[in-house]
């Protein structure tokens, strides 16, 4: 049984309920931040050695590493000589609880695996990236580590993978791909921080 | 009628009772391979041990060839039996290949099964160490085998022999290397080679047809009645529609034997079996047809409201004789009541019939197929839907009368007539007849011929009942809706006849059964409430007599 924890609401005083004073006291802290940060990469661009170093990331030219549990895209494994890994077991599709993963089984023409998928499709706009079609797959074929976070596109279609895109990433490496290149767009990435210094 | 208790429970089974089937009474199950109500007893896979205690005395038997005895006790849950299981199953294991992500049988397999509730060790044996044997091998035209799988049960074996009476399978070589493998120079292929897939209790043998097309955790399962002949076996459609993307069409996955100790018992034939794909054929008909000039589409509603018209104008100008029909025995019951009521009862149709000499038939053989592949021929006869009074005209001579052009309105259902006439005959037919409506299931050359074509629903689209050839009426129920704008052929009588002025017994296929009940002698007292799933014989009509099973153990009366 759940006991029921009675909540109470928090009562607020005279001086929050005046609301202006909270606000300027919020704002202060913001502004702040804004301003020593502000210094400090206008100080390194000039050649200057700020203490602490800046904290702003100058995302997309620099990225934050990405924690090897983190789920993003998706990728097929294959095997060392580039079969697929996946055998179509559609343990995957089973655990999906958003019914994104679309496979069509067939007898595969290699002799060494009965089954293999005729087409492995994932419908990216379903996809909760909740990551249980990884813990479900037996074979290890299906990853979401492609490290590749930037997922936009101008329609729909361009987020309906098929098994041709999702192995193009499966090389036979352990390692995440990060960061990622899609389809050969590669990202730009400039050194801010040289560009200023005249290099 | 020996008393005896299974885990402590009393039951009373009729002597020569088997403890498995004893304990199923109580809906125990005690694990077993080789054990098959329909097949003889082997006790070669050592499952069903059970301890017995008799008269003071323990000991460990096996419950497939051990009968019921007076004052026996069995028990099914004790930690020794536990133990003998989990042994039994470990050597079952010792060998299995790690399959079961690609094994079609994953999910109904009874070496998971009671790996779960039985095994649940861990391996001694090193993946490399594993015996091999053949993968994917073909044994027949219908049937695959993975013999590593094989448990050995030999129930495939057994059926071959003892059900179909050919030997096709066997089991070959001595311990470890023993494998099932086909009889020398034979393929399985006789007419019930199905049957061994639906036994085997691991995935040694998988269906082609069925293969790796579902997971069978994705399917929905219907009970149903076979439609290919007169028999009327009892089946479940195994059904899916959820996911489209596999194979657009196909809605019906597979068919599967449904236990009727007095129609087919635990068995199926082949043609039965993958007769479905009709069903979900590319050439069925999804929508109305018309010739009539003016109009661009037709609809199902116009094409009722010509017919009925041009029924009106044939009756008023010359009467019921200018209006033939050519019924179907593989209409349901329902749909030949209404048949019968709206065109014998009501407008005086006399001729109307549901045989044509030319009718295609089917293989008959002693064990489950008839030649007669209408599932309703007896319904037929039973309901009355046959030429009647004086002028009555039957069958042949129907669609003799119909090319002299005796014949305003000529009303036809399923039969294909352009397959029993020449292109002469039916050009002539076409000129002679001032309008003919067909009602059918598939594109074919009626469909060409006939001024209007209704589309109608199939056996697995709709609740219906037919009466078999022994006069056992059964019940089928829908899965899904009928395929585009097809209707149940009971439901275009209705419409026909109210566009007609004549109202016809009830709204819903239940109602129009009980109102059979009412007016057929021999459905006298039957409702469809009271219709129970493995059917009812008619009024007047006895059981047939059951067929001695190779087990001879008293039958099952689940």
Redesign the interface.
């Known amino acids: 049984m759940i006991d029921v924890k009675p909540v109470r609401n928090v009562e607020l005083s005279l001086w929050q309920k005046t609301y202006y004073p909270e606000l300027l006291k919020g704002l202060w802290v913001t502004s702040q931040h804004f301003f020593r940060n502000l210094g400090r990469h206008v100080g390194r661009a000039l050649g200057m050695k700020t203490e602490p170093p800046m904290v702003t990331i100058l995302y997309p030219e620099v990225r934050r590493p990405i924690s090897p549990r983190w789920r993003g895209l998706h990728r097929l494994m294959r095997r060392p000589d580039g079969a697929p890994r996946c055998?179509?077991?559609?343990?995957c599709e089973?655990a999906c609880p958003d019914k994104c993963i679309?496979i069509?089984?067939?007898?595969s023409p290699d002799g060494r695996?009965?089954?293999f998928p005729l087409?492995f499709?994932i419908d990216l706009l379903r996809c909760c990236f909740c990551g249980l079609c990884v813990e479900a797959c037996?074979?290890d074929a299906i990853r979401m580590d492609t490290g590749y976070l930037e997922l936009a596109g101008y329609s729909r279609e361009e987020f309906y993978l098929d098994r041709e895109f999702l192995l193009r990433r499966g090389e036979p490496t352990t390692h995440p791909q990060y960061p990622g290149e899609l389809d050969g767009a590669t990202v730009h990435r400039v050194d801010l921080v040289k560009l200023a210094k005249g290099h | 009628m020996p008393h005896l208790e299974i885990n402590g429970k009393p039951v009373e089974v009729p002597a020569g009772t088997n403890l498995i089937e004893a304990a199923r009474r109580l809906n125990i199950e005690i694990p077993h391979y080789c054990y098959h109500p329909g097949l003889a007893v082997v006790g070669s896979c050592r499952m069903c041990q059970v301890e017995v205690e008799l008269n003071g005395r323990k000991s460990i038997v096996v419950g497939c060839n051990t009968a019921a005895a007076d004052g026996m006790k069995v028990f099914n849950n004790t930690e020794a039996i536990h133990r003998i299981r989990s042994g039994v199953l470990e050597f079952y294991l010792q060998h299995h290949p790690l399959d079961c992500?690609?094994c079609d049988d994953a999910g109904e397999c009874d070496l998971q099964n009671y790996y779960l509730l039985h095994g649940l060790h861990d391996s001694r044996v090193e993946l490399t160490e594993k015996h091999h044997k053949h993968?994917?091998h073909d044994v027949g035209p219908t049937v695959v085998l993975d013999s590593e799988r094989c448990v050995l049960c030999s129930r495939c074996a057994r059926f071959c022999r003892e059900i179909a009476g050919v030997d096709e399978l066997g089991i070959f070589e001595h311990g470890g290397d023993s494998e099932l493998l086909n009889v020398p120079g034979r393929l399985l292929e006789n007419d019930y080679a199905g049957n061994v897939v639906d036994l085997c209790p691991v995935g040694a043998l998988t269906d082609k047809d069925f293969?790796?097309?579902r997971?069978v955790?994705?399917l929905k399962r219907t009970p149903s009645v076979c439609t290919g002949c007169s028999r009327g076996c009892n089946i479940y459609v195994d059904w899916e529609t959820s996911?489209s993307?596999?194979?657009p069409q196909r809605r019906i996955q597979r068919l599967k034997p449904r236990y009727n100790r007095g129609v087919n018992e635990w068995w199926i034939c082949d043609r039965g079996r993958y007769g479905y794909h009709a069903v979900d054929a590319e050439n069925r008909l999804t929508a109305p047809r018309t010739k009539s000039d003016g109009e661009s589409e037709a609809t199902v509603d116009g094409v009722l409201d010509r017919a009925a018209e041009k029924i009106k104008a044939a009756l008023a100008k010359h009467g019921p004789k200018s209006v033939a029909v050519i019924a179907s025995s593989s209409s349901s019951n329902e749909d030949l009541f209404l048949l019968k009521r709206l065109f014998a009862d009501e407008l005086k149709v006399h001729s109307l019939d549901v045989t044509l000499s030319g009718e295609p038939k089917g293989k008959e053989d002693e064990i489950l197929m008839k030649a007669d592949v209408s599932p309703n021929r007896r319904g037929a006869v039973e309901i009355g839907v046959q030429p009647w009074g004086g002028g009555g005209v039957a069958g042949d001579d129907i669609v003799a009368s119909a090319l002299d052009g005796d014949y305003e309105v000529l009303i036809v259902v399923h039969h294909d007539l352009t397959r029993m006439l020449s292109q002469k005959e039916r050009n002539r037919l076409g000129q002679n007849c001032d309008y003919i409506l067909y009602l059918g299931t598939h594109e074919n050359g009626m469909c060409h011929l006939a001024d209007d074509v209704i589309p109608i629903a199939m056996w697995a689209e709709r609740d219906a009942t037919y009466t078999n050839f022994q006069g056992r009426v059964q019940r089928t129920w829908r899965p899904f809706e009928p395929r585009g704008e097809a209707l149940c052929e009971w439901r275009v009588w209705q419409e026909l006849g109210k566009r007609l002025g004549h109202s016809l017994p009830a709204e819903s296929v239940a109602g129009v059964f009980d109102s059979i009940g009412t007016v057929v002698a021999s459905f006298k007292g039957l409702t469809w409430e009271g219709l129970p799933a493995n059917g009812i014989m008619l009024t007047g009509v006895s059981e047939p007599a059951y067929r001695k099973v190779q087990s001879s153990h008293p039958l099952p009366a689940y």
């Open positions: 055998v179509a077991c559609m343990m089973t679309y069509t089984a067939g007898e695996v009965e089954k087409a499709e037996p074979e | 992500p690609i993968k994917v293969r790796f097309r997971r955790w994705y996911r993307y596999k194979n």
